[in-house]
């Protein structure tokens, strides 16, 4: 019996299996391309190739499209990204302290105190050192993202890149091609710039204590993890599942509703075959006026969100038909 949690980002879609034990037994990654219902929806159709609707005790979503997520598969919970990420590092390792997790187009840092989440940050407007960045320098650089890292720690030397904006980090890039250095030097320049970024915005006024986690698809950057090190003076560790931890805590969390309710509203697998479309509205309730979500499943409405009140997300969905 397993549990699962789909953590659904701007750039991909992650979908976890954990058991009783909580060991991760399925991972699945996709990329979401603006469309996290197809996204979820594919990911779907792999696990019924591989498990019954029974096999799965409870579901939980997480990620900016959690609450469409939630909405598709009938999900027992639906939390941020922060509360996500925390719940699967603290069930690795109890004495961690600081998560730093970089995605692919976010980022954000954790502070933990006696096992409890009790400050955090995220990127508001600049990507420099999100994973999206970094595919674009690799790209520009034609070098395989799989192995930026490596040339990294291939460099004897670094180069002062800046680092405080994405637009400004690619042009400081170019002109140290320009003036000669070599593709490794600016790459553990680039590495040390982004890692300087994060520090002094997201980790201001921030007390980074070990034992630091690091998670996000960036994790596996060794010139990030060591850039990190180098600044930090002290050793900071990416966990095997680093690229699934939202998924893998919305799973725990998942498991843990429905252990306590008895029971779970998961939809099934089957949903992999429907067509289902999203169309919104603009409630006249109140001057708030929320841009409401309602979701679609062969046809019929399924589930609302987006409104403030819960006047359109509580409601106990009909059997409407499309118009």
Same mark, same amino acid.
């Given at each position: ?159 002062? %890149? /800046?680092?405080?904006? =994405? ?10 091609? #320009? +003036?000669?250095? !070599? ?69 725990? %969390? /998942?498991?843990?509703? =429905? ?10 697998? #089957? +949903?992999?075959? !429907? ?49």
């Amino acid at each position: 019996m397993y549990y699962m949690g789909v953590d659904v980002g701007s750039v991909s879609t992650d979908i976890a299996l954990i058991d009783e034990s909580l060991n991760v037994v399925e991972k699945i990654y996709l990329r979401t391309k603006g469309n996290p219902i197809n996204s979820v929806q594919e990911g779907f159709k792999i696990l019924k190739n591989k498990y019954k609707d029974s096999d799965i005790l409870a579901a939980g979503t997480t990620g900016s499209g959690r609450m469409i997520a939630a909405t598709i598969i009938g999900s027992d919970a639906a939390k941020n990204e922060i509360t996500a990420h925390a719940t699967a590092a603290l069930e690795i390792d109890k004495d961690v302290k600081t998560i730093i997790e970089i995605g692919g187009q976010d980022s954000k840092i954790i502070i933990i105190n006696n096992a409890v989440v009790c400050d955090f940050a995220m990127n508001t407007v600049c990507a420099a050192g999100t994973g999206s960045f970094l595919d674009r320098q690799a790209e520009r650089l034609d070098i395989p993202i799989e192995e930026f890292g490596d040339y990294a720690m291939k460099a004897k030397s670094t180069v002062r %890149i /800046a680092g405080r904006c =994405a637009v400004f980090a690619e042009s400081d890039m170019i002109h140290k091609q #320009q +003036l000669g250095y !070599n593709q490794a030097e600016i790459i553990r320049g680039l590495c040390d710039a982004l890692v300087r970024n994060y520090l002094n915005n997201i980790g201001k006024g921030k007390t980074i204590l070990p034992k630091v986690l690091f998670q996000g698809g960036v994790a596996a950057n060794k010139g990030m993890k060591k850039a990190f090190e180098n600044e930090l003076g002290f050793e900071i560790f990416v966990p095997e599942n680093y690229n699934m931890m939202g998924a893998i805590g919305a799973a725990i %969390i /998942a498991r843990d509703k =429905a252990k306590k309710t008895g029971k779970t509203n998961f939809r099934g697998l #089957q +949903l992999a075959e !429907n067509s289902i479309i999203s169309r919104s509205f603009e409630c006249e309730g109140c001057p708030n006026k929320c841009e409401v979500v309602k979701i679609y499943e062969n046809k019929n409405i399924i589930g609302y969100f987006g409104d403030r009140c819960t006047k359109w997300s509580s409601k106990t969905v009909e059997k409407t038909k499309l118009a």
